[in-house]
């Protein structure tokens, strides 16, 4: 019986090796990897025990704040809830997302580059403490582009012209960061989207607001000039199709300034066929079209815009037919952009040509009270020439003083903008309007997109252009 | 030094570590310690000291390591659980209070295991109507169908059913080890015994089957197997029933593997759980997060994280089944596998008392409760460590629950006992031995 007995023990000690085995498996050699896996929402959870870093707004006023209760940390947003897309969320369950995401290493004090009493905080193993980031957006401006979009659905980006300071990121509808958690399955199941940043992911057809574009790359290749004259019939036939205005309107005798004031289709379907598809997408290229624009959110959460196809974007030497040059001309077609780039091109006009990089952080200031970042603003692209976006400016004055963006005209400011209203086919559109002011020395570029409407972008997006650019323009400093 | 001065040495350094345990989760909860803290902290030390004293004067020769083991287990779960959930740790003090009771009624009533041979078939009837019982009128908790709930309690009756059968197995297989281990005849070449000696084969191989298919629980069915086959090992020394019934219990497992889901999504979860990370593995998962988390050292009783914001432990059942996550969580490798290794001197003693004690019950018995408590704790720390399929089971002494905590406190009763009479036996004097033989 006892050798029985020894021989059961001995099993019974090596099932107990191999837990301890098993267990320093678990525990040391594969700690790190069980630690990486995207299941493991430990270190975000953990991460509620530590101050996060606050997100102010451009004015120093507390957007997201930290609030303590029961040891724990929770967001706060005294001001209401601001640009939520945009902020993004930092849920325990649902990981995180926009600059939330993006600024996580510095809002929870892990970032390298936060001074002197981080490391030594950090050897003594002492809980780090989140930095705080100011940001460029305003709140009051912020508001006004929310108010705007509320009970609609689309977006309202607002751009320093000068720096590519973002002062307003406005997306609708939106939801409460707050009861994310407990909203989430319908925020996700809502076919309007209410997660989605619109300014950065959302792709529509830019419509005549591209004319913008197409406009530059006329000027910039000499094919027109902005007294150039054209004759329009109502429709332009071409390659076995035909390119009509909006509303089926004809102008008859027009030059090219007119054409932009009161959004002509003919005239720029023509220009397009003038350029040729390779010139009109290499000028895209030059504004930021075919790449995703260089404003730091996390993987994914910026879209390039661009030509579409079934599969995605298509490249910029897929093939076009002068039907589809035509139309792309007027933004039609598979042209699709990002309210974020329609502004950019906006912006690169109001600032003598050059596109500059998109940002949001003004600056990082560490819990200790050291300024560890700030914001310098850098040129991205050049989009056009100067005297191609000084031409362009005066046009654009003329569509908001005679044109179809007359009601988003401001007393005492000249405002620039152009008008865009993408018939989507059944029955409703998406109505554009992009702009920038003082039309001598542009500070604000803005761009409205209002998604199933059945107005144009001159009657219903331009006035809302028209309060945002005077709310920017009433701030005592932007970024 | 004497069985009982060792014993009370022990005592105090496990009360030693358990206090330096449990003041440091609570220090790290309320930032202070006041009074109620220490009374708590007496208390459990308290129930130990009597414990002591009644195994000192019922029982001055039993094993004297038993009881500091139990003592340093029972604290290391009693801080755990307070440190998950305070309230329930008063419940389990108060289960443990019950559970000392019941340990001092066994050593009282019974003073002597020998007296339960007699009692074996009665013994085997409870075991036995315990689990019909559970099958009948059990309530599925976490798709195993374990608990029976009565007058307001929840009550776990495998966990003493195991105790009945491992004392009938003990007597029964004692009894007919020299019939069961003479070959009678040879099929394919291997001698086997008579056919009817292999009818308790068969019914412990329905009732596992019957627990795998109506408890739909794995752990269980693989415990009683195991004790089943391991006791018939040691009583007739011949592998033949070893590798049968381990065929058996393979082939009932893989029955119920293909026919209840519950035992089948175990299965397919411990197989790969990262298909299942929201759903059925996500316990597993979460639990193998919690335990990789504690790295060498661990993050400190009462430092870890364990909880939530919302108070709701990281892993469910954390404070049952998964109390081990926390463990390892909060004293790292180091703490688990020192806790681990607690439970091997646990079942090194119970085997040792086994390997010495006089006769072929007092072997069965000790062997088989040794066995049992072993295997419990492998099966809980390999399914929580994704080793073996996870199945819902106790960690003996460590986890919340009191069928758990009383009736292992009434299984080390039982191997004291066994232990006493063996060292009795062995270095007593005549008159004691003769005292002995007289009671048995």
Redesign the interface.
Known sequence: ?????????VV??V??V???V???W???V??AW??D?P??K?SI??E??IKRGELLGFDGSIIAGSLR????Y?RDYPQGTLAPQLLGYDS?RYGRSGIEQQLNEALTGKATDLGVQSWIDRLLGRKPKGADVRLTLVPAVQKTAQQQLAGLKGAIVVLDPKTGALVASASAPSYEPTSLEEDWARLRADAAAPLLDRPTQGLYAPGSAFKVVTAAAGLDYRKVTPTTEFVDTGTYVVFGGKVTNYGGAVFGPNDFTTALTFSINTTFAKLGNMLASKRLVASMQRSGFYQTPPLPLPRGEVVPSGRYGKKGLLPPDAFMDPLAVAWAACGQEKVLATPLQMALVTAAVANGGRVMKPYYVQQVTSAAGDVVQKARPEQWLVAMKPATATALNTMMQRVVNAGTGASAALEGIQVAGKTGTAERGDGTNLAWFVAFAPAADPKVAVVVVIEDTQSTGGEVAAPMAAKVLKSALAQPALP | MSRRNVELLFLVIAGAVSTMAYVSVYAGRFREINRLSIIYGLVFVGIFFVLHLLVRFVLPQADPFLLPITALLAAVGLTEIFRIRPSLALVQGQWLLVGAGLFALTVVLVRDHMRLDRYRYIMGAIGLGLLIATIVVGTTVNGSKLWIHAFGFSIQPSEFAKLAIVIFLAGYLNDKKVLLSVPTRHVLGVPLPATKYFGPLIVMWFLSLAMLVFMKDFGMALLFMSIFVALMYIATARIIYVVIGGGLFAAAAAIAVAIVPHVQDRFSVWLDPWPHAATTGYQLLQSLFTIADGGVAGAGFGRGFLLYANRQPVVPDLQTDFIFAAIANEMGLLGAAGVILVYLLFMWRGFRIAVFAPDGFSKLLAAGLAFAFGLQTFIILGGVTRLIPLTGITLPFVSYGGSSITANLMLVALLLMVSQRTNVMREGSDLERRRLAERG
């Not at chain 1, 019986?1 to 023990?9: E, G, P, T, V, Y």
């Not at chain 1, 209760?69 to 724990?72: D, E, K």
């Open positions: 019986m006892n050798k029985a007995i020894s021989r059961i023990f019974g000690v099932l107990f191999a837990l301890v098993n267990l320093t678990i525990m040391v594969r700690a069980f630690e896996r299941e493991n430990r959870a953990k509620l025990k209760r029961s040891g724990y929770y325990v």
